[in-house]
Each structure stands twice: as C-alpha cells, then as structure tokens.
C-alpha cells in the first residue's frame, strides 16, 4: 500500500516536473524559428548612401588698393634776415683783412697788405683800437677810410715808411720776439735799422695783435 502510494507520488513530481519546463521555455526563440528567412532578410533597413558635403562658393577677396602717400611740399628756404642793428659800415666783409690773434698770422697779413700798398687795410688791421678812438674823439677823424685819406695827405713819405716796414718784417718772419712778463707785448729787434725801424714792435689788445 506505501508503495503503490510512493510510486503515484514519483509520477506526479516527474510530470509536474515536464509541465514546468515546457512553459517555462522563452516565446522569442519559438517565434524567431517560426518566422520567415525571407521576410526576415527583408525586413533589415537599406542603409541610406551617404550625401557628400555641401560646397558652399567661395567668396574671393576684395583687391587690395595701394593708397600712394601724399606728397608733401617742401617748405621754402627763407634766407636768414641780417640783423639791423649792427652798423654796416662797422661790419667787416668776409674777404677783408681783420686783426689777428697769432703774432704770426699778423705778421704774415701785415706783410701781404703792404705789397698791395693797401692803406686801409693797414689801418683797420694793425692800427690799435684805442689809438682809431682817440682820433675820432679828438674829430680827426670819423673811420678808418678817412684816416687812411689823412695819411696819404699829410705823409709825403709814406710809401717809403711801407717799404721800410715791409723788409723790416720780412727780416724778422719766423725769429721768436722779445715778450713783456704778461706776453701783451713783442718787441722784434732789427740786425740792422731799416729807413727809421730799429725794432718793430706789436702790442696786444682784446686778444688782438697791432703794430705799436
């Protein structure tokens, strides 16, 4: 009798058993066996072809200009206006002789004005200054023009007072003078006198050298 019961008992477990897993099997895989290899092919989308990029036009560039620079006049040469000022007759050419610093550059042009028997030359570059003031004052004179005239005038030996003066100088040119302690003066002594010229001697003024 226990038997019998365990054996109905074996075949219920093993045929629940068989239920189970028959409906415990996915539906997808009974579906996708069912279903058509044809439809099922057919059913995959077509990929689209790829577009090619669009090409937008290219914009070309704008011409470059060349602006020139503008040219700019030049300005004018104005030529400096001399001052008034100054007196002109006071103010020297550029070609005339004027008194000399160097004892020797006086010497030198001392020598070239009397060659040239050039009187007002000889006034305005080797007389002193203060010895021209003192005339002017005095109303002997009012330049060195109108000295150089009274000289022409009133010496009937003055040509020969230049010769005499220029040999005197071109025998002493390059010999070094006898100076005073503060060098304002030079003192050439002669080998021998010439006309009335023992000696020649020159003082120094303004920084200037003159025939004393």
Same mark, same amino acid.
């Given at each position: ?14 045929? #629940? ?10 539906? +997808? ?11 099922? +092919?057919? +059913?995959?989308?077509?990929? *689209? ?8 036009? *290219?914009?070309? %560039?704008? %011409?470059?200009?060349?602006? @020139? ?6 300005? $004018?040469?104005?030529?400096? =206006?001399?001052? *008034?000022?100054?007196? %002109? ?6 070609? @005339? $002789? ?5 004892? !020797?550059?006086? /010497?030198?042009?001392? /020598?070239?004005?009397?060659? #040239?028997?050039? =009187? ?5 570059? /080797? ?16 330049? $060195? ?5 009274? @000289?022409?005038?009133?010496?009937? *030996? /003055?040509? &020969? ?8 100088? &071109? ?6 003078? @006898? ?25 120094? &003024?303004?920084? !200037?050298?003159?025939?004393?």
């Amino acid at each position: 009798m226990k038997t019998r019961l365990l054996v109905v008992l074996l075949l219920g477990c093993i045929l #629940a058993g068989g239920l189970g897993w028959y409906f415990s099997q996915p539906k +997808s895989t009974a579906t996708a066996n069912s279903a058509d290899p044809a439809t099922a +092919s057919t +059913s995959v989308a077509t990929p *689209t072809p790829a577009q090619s990029p669009t090409v937008l036009p *290219t914009k070309a %560039p704008a %011409p470059i200009v060349q602006v @020139e620079k503008p040219v700019v006049a030049a300005a $004018p040469v104005v030529a400096p =206006v001399a001052s *008034t000022s100054a007196d %002109p007759a006071s103010t020297p050419a550029a070609n @005339e $002789p004027q008194p000399q610093a160097d004892l !020797k550059s006086c /010497i030198s042009q001392t /020598i070239t004005l009397l060659q #040239a028997r050039d =009187v007002v030359g000889l006034v305005k570059t /080797i007389m002193p200054p203060t010895a021209i003031q003192r005339m002017i004052d005095a109303g002997q004179a009012t330049d $060195p023009e109108s000295i150089a005239a009274q @000289e022409r005038a009133q010496r009937p *030996t /003055i040509d &020969q007072d230049m010769t005499d003066l220029l040999q005197a100088l &071109q025998s002493v040119q390059g010999q070094e003078p @006898e100076m005073n302690k503060d060098g304002t003066q030079a003192v050439y002594h002669l080998p021998t006198p010439i006309g009335r010229f023992n000696d020649v001697t020159f003082q120094q &003024q303004g920084g !200037k050298w003159y025939l004393n």
